[in-house]
């Protein structure tokens, strides 16, 4: 971990100039905000992301708060709760759980090839695995007298401690039925991989909802409190939904079209990364990488195609502990494949996966291709080269 | 409905002399055992589907149950429960549950085109969404003192009436946790649409569980109990599960896939009828059809496109008063959208569905063939013609 990368040449008046420091390994998308992801290679040697590679998302400065004067406000309809940090620590039972979180953008420089979309040149590292814990929602909620199963409020939103230039701060909510179905699994989470939350990831405390977007796991949590309302924040309400692929910004219409929340089966091949030259006169290749699908819903099978899609062969999935209908972690998985002989040259690498429900990937980035570049999982695609044998 | 469309020609020692009658709309697929779909265009007609139009798929002989002799056991650790359907119908309160049931083969006949597979050649109409009675899956074991919550069994098993002509009969069973948190959705029902359920469809009782392939759905309801193992019927292990496209007959092992349960996201265009030939000169055609997704993942957005997949627009979701996470029904869509210009002669109209969690069909066909033509949820295309207007 070096020098904050987000801050150089800022001034001491720059919102981003008290940004914290970042490991080197990091690629950048951007400075300010920072955001950035690890080599993708890296992401399918650990089944948890160690927390300096975890690709970091920012939307605003990255706050810095005193953990002694760090504050939880749970507001019900009667009273408001507040939770301080050694609170949450010690008077609620530590509940852990292993889940990806994923940037909605993830892979999203794929749909830039084919037409441009607004949003960060993400390769497909913006995902990591890890394992989270905290106090879980539903002690928090009741401990603060909130009735989740019987309030008639429609949306539980989360507050941020993030804040844009106009003081306007980073939210989200997600639907009371889901806040219910998942209210023992998510997470006021105050420690990533046995540490405490780095400030990047939302220190000292954010919120955990497995199995969904990590837009909604609003980090640097403030406040947490139901509401008639979906949260009015910009990025519930004017970013981060899905579109057809005939929707541009000309005739975009927000309120059309639902916020994304679970997110589909997706997958990417990590090692080897786009573009390697293979040892000459390879006759096969070693494919690794990651897949999950939002929704708790497990892998069940990764094919991988060494001749760009035309036959495939079933990859080998690495156990991860999960249960099928409440697979919250990734699932890495590795497969040797033949390469198709005559195929001396470049070959075309790709690998999709299938979900317990059969959900699949599509096949192509046309047919998904969005405005804001998000929920790109179609078929992962990647070249390598392989040199003829010399001999 | 007219004579047993499934016992023509056939001589009363034949098993499936005494099947049912069948209304002469519909179109079989098979004749013994008789399988059969309604004309595809009926079925965006109505949001539940009536009984007579409903698709048929028996895999036996229809039993022929005496309703006063009729008795379901439920098997605990402990002692069998027997009800009959006197006691289902009075001791216990009655669940409504509008759901789709859908056969793992609809839409095959898609696949057959890009290479041959084994099973019914279904059209897009071996789906049907009714509105399902009867007393809840929890209601009946608790009754049974089976305590599905603290059982350490791992599936919930469930077996019909129907037998084969070795005496084996059909079964299937779910995953305890999908019983557990669809425990009070899971009906097992004795009314369809309000009437008493149709022989074909399992009379007197049969299981309804929402979200998932109609194999497990057992009909003429006969035991349900806890197992160590899945079902050990053959439509559970040596069916009805999916494997990739280079997996055929000479190589498939059915132990390495998982058997069909939630089903991925699918849609169809029902109205106009494949081949139609639209009115000289039009240049708009208006499209209805169906869209639905497994595990209670509601349709969020239909695609629709009349230049093949080149251009989109959202088709109009007609309401169906479901819950965004929990719709077990299907959902009703229409659209019209221009003709391109120059298009007269064959236009392929198209459309793909996304769901709640953003899953989408896939593109192709080609990317999801299996041997067993299951789970073929591609984009939807039809052609239609545009007679060049003679004014
Ligand atoms: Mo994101
Ligand atoms: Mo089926």
Redesign the pocket.
């Known amino acids: 971990v070096e020098k904050p990368a987000g801050s150089e040449g800022l001034s001491a008046d720059n919102p981003y100039a008290n940004d914290p420091p970042r490991s080197p390994i990091l690629i950048p998308s951007s400075r300010a905000p920072f955001n950035a992801e690890p080599p993708a290679l890296l992401l399918a040697e650990n089944f948890l992301t160690p927390n300096d590679l975890f690709y970091i998302?920012n939307h605003l400065p990255v706050p810095d708060i005193d953990p002694r004067k760090y504050s939880l406000e749970v507001q019900g309809s009667q009273k408001t709760a507040v939770l301080d940090l050694s609170g949450l620590r010690k008077g609620f039972k530590k509940k852990s759980v292993a889940a990806v979180v994923?940037?909605?953008?993830?892979r999203r420089s794929e749909m830039v090839r084919i037409k441009s979309v607004k949003g960060l040149n993400w390769g497909a590292a913006?995902i990591g695995n890890a394992n989270w814990a905290g106090a879980t929602l539903n002690d928090v909620l009741k401990h603060s007298g909130i009735d989740l199963e019987g309030t008639e409020k429609k949306h539980l939103v989360f507050e941020g401690m993030d804040k844009g230039p106009e003081g306007s701060v980073y939210g989200a909510s997600i639907p009371i039925e889901m806040a219910r179905s998942l209210k023992d699994e998510i997470v006021i989470a105050y420690e990533m991989n046995g540490e405490p939350i780095p400030r990047d990831h939302g220190y000292p405390v954010r919120v955990i909802i497995p199995g969904i977007?990590?837009?909604r796991q609003v980090k640097w949590l403030n406040k947490i409190y139901l509401s008639d309302e979906e949260s009015e924040c910009h990025?519930q309400r004017r970013d981060?939904k899905g579109f057809n692929s005939s929707i541009d910004w000309h005739n975009v219409d927000f309120d059309s079209s639902v916020a994304i929340m679970q997110l589909p089966v997706i997958s990417a091949i990590c090692d080897p990364p786009e573009g390697t030259e293979l040892e000459e006169g390879s006759d096969e290749v070693t494919l690794r990488g990651y897949a999950w699908s939002g929704g708790g819903r497990g892998i069940v099978r990764v094919d991988v195609s060494a001749d760009g899609g035309k036959t495939w062969q079933n990859a080998e999935l690495k156990p991860n502990g999960q249960s099928p209908y409440r697979a919250w972690a990734w699932t890495l998985w590795e497969a040797t494949i033949p390469i198709p002989e005559g195929k001396a040259g470049d070959v075309e690498l790709v690998c999709k996966a299938v979900d317990v429900s059969y959900n699949v990937q599509p096949d192509s980035v046309e047919g998904i291709w969005n405005l804001r570049g998000?929920l790109s999982n179609a078929w992962h695609r990647i070249k390598v080269t392989v040199p003829p044998s010399s001999g």
């Not at 994923?102 to 993830?106: F, H, K, L, S």
Request: charged fraction near 10%.
């Open positions: 998302r994923m940037c909605a953008g993830n913006a977007v990590g837009a990025w981060y998000v």
